[in-house]
Structures are given as C-alpha cells and as structure tokens.
C-alpha cells in the first residue's frame, strides 16, 4: 500500500491533558501519526493512560508555534463548528464535510495541516481566516459540537488510507508571496479599503479549494505583472 500524503493532526491550546491521550489514540487507530501541539496543556499520566497503545503518538507529538504551522503546510485545514450564514462573510465559509475534504486532498502530495481548536471555544477568527479550507462535521441542529477527540476521530476515519498524491502543491511560503502580490495589486486598481480584508480572505478560500501547483502561482504572478505594466502605461 502507497504511504498517505504527510497530515499533521494540530491541536491548538488544548485546555485537558484526556482529550490529547483520546486524540493520539484515535489518530492510531486510523494510520495516522503526526500529532502537533500548540500551546498545550501539561500531558502527563491522564493523557498517557487514555492514550493506550499509542503511546508512541502521544510521546513523538512536536510541540511548535501556529505560524510555524501554517509556514510549513502547503494546504492547511480548519475544523470549526461555528459557521457564517451567508458567503457575504467569508471567513468561515464555504465550508466542507469531512468526506468532501477527502476528495480535495486525496490527489495531493504535500504536507497538510488539520488544525483543532480549543475545547471552549475552537479556532479564533485569526486563525481561521488564515487557514485555506473550512471544514466542519455536520452534527445535530440540537447539539452540534463534538468533543475534541471525537472529532478528531471523525476526520481521521474519513482520510484514513488515502494513497500519495500525484502532484505537489505550492509551498506556503510560494501561496504567501502571492497574497502579497494581490494585495499590492488592490492597491494598483484602487479597490476600496474597506473591502480588502474580506477580498482577499475570499481569494485564499479559492485558492485552497483549488490546490495551486508551483506553476500556477509563477503562471498567476505573470499575469498579474502583465497588468500592472499595462495599468503603469496606459497611466
């Protein structure tokens, strides 16, 4: 069996040692092995009694900072049970199920990051807006949000045993340098100040459910330049 695509399954300030343990266990259960915390809770015997036999999870999870994250990652993925109604407000939406998420990652080799929010109150708006794909597990009107590791153990089922992709995303840093690009080109043709951020929030959702190849950013900063040089001259 080919090797899945390299998915690191990050926790972001986790607040109780369980749900890290729970988590370690279920990513086991499924072929996954890459856990990340982010300013994490103290894991000691709790986690390593709930863990079990994924001990060896647990003990190798990486203990990093969200922007090394997010600079490493070439696609990364937030979990949120908060969404927004309208694609007027882009921040949370559009948003994918879990098994649809599946499909826009399964033909990708790079390294994605699915990142989990805290246990009180999830992802924040920072966090997410800088995340490529919105995620969320459709659960009942009445109680929609799931436990930390439950959902965890959602995700991991659905992306269990995806064979490596056959094309490789552009880097992090290769996205980043074309979000400047955008951003400098608002300002060439004037765009309103007020929409920007919402603007260009709406180009990264795009992009992400896209899944941009190294060639496609040179490609789109070409044409881009292309524009500002008419812009310049016909000026």
Known sequence: MQAMPEIDIVLVEPLYEENVGFTARVMKNFGFHHLVLVDSC???????ACASHALDVLDGAERIGISEVYDRSSLTIATTGELNKTVCRSRRMPYYTPA???????DVDGRIAIL???????????EVGKCDVIC????????????????????????????????????HQE???????????????????????????????????????????????????????HIDNKK
């Open 42 to 48: 103290a894991v000691g015997n709790a986690a390593r």
């Open 100 to 106: 649809e998420v599946r499909e826009l990652v399964e």
């Open 116 to 126: 989990f929010g805290r246990e009180n109150w999830g992802l924040n708006n920072s």
């Open 136 to 171: 969320t597990i459709p659960g009942s009107p009445e109680y929609p949000i799931l436990n930390l590791s439950h959902a965890v153990c959602v995700i991991c089922y659905e992306l269990a045993h995806i064979p490596r992709g056959t094309y490789a995303l552009a880097t």
């Open 175 to 229: 996205m980043d340098s074309l979000y400047v690009h955008l951003d400098s080109f608002l300002d060439k043709i004037d765009h309103p100040d007020f929409k920007r951020e919402n603007t260009l929030i709406l180009l990264r959702r795009i992009f992400g459910r896209t899944r941009l190849t190294t060639r496609e950013v040179s490609t789109l900063h070409g044409l881009l330049r292309r524009t500002e040089w």
